[in-house]
Nanobody, 115 residues
Framework: QVQLVESGGGLVQPGGSLRLSCAAS????????MGWYRQAPGKQRELVAS???????NYADSVKGRFTISRDNAKNTVYLQMHSLKPEDTAVYYC?????????WGQGIQVTVSS
């Protein structure tokens, strides 16, 4: 069974930065896509960014130019570097990994952008 463990969330002021990490334990089928989603109160979960095994990336329009997703395939770890954070980035962020056979989610981590 694969487990995804997120870390790096917390409280940050507007304009600040945070780096989220998600480490996957267990064996993950490859090729796969790892990604970050977020869900704000009263809103649907949305894709923030994703990255394939071949390092092809995709970003939500709202985070382009501010967030960068990366991965370390040897460590089965995905990162989300977030800059110029805005209050509207406040949400629970979820890590996800999916392949043609599997779809796993982390437990979620809170990111709060507030002064």
């Amino acid at each position: 069974q694969v487990q995804l463990v997120e870390s790096g969330g917390g409280l940050v002021q507007p304009g600040g930065s945070l780096r989220l990490s998600c480490a996957a334990s267990g064996r993950i089928f490859s090729p796969n896509t790892m990604g970050w989603y977020r869900q704000a109160p009263g809103k649907q979960r949305e894709l923030v960014a994703s990255i394939t095994t071949g390092i092809r990336t995709n970003y939500a329009d709202s985070v382009k130019g501010r967030f960068t997703i990366s991965r370390d395939n040897a460590k089965n770890t995905v990162y989300l570097q977030m800059h110029s954070l805005k209050p509207e980035d406040t949400a629970v962020y979820y890590c996800n990994t999916k392949s043609i056979y599997e779809d796993y989610w982390g437990q979620g981590i809170q990111v709060t952008v507030s002064s």
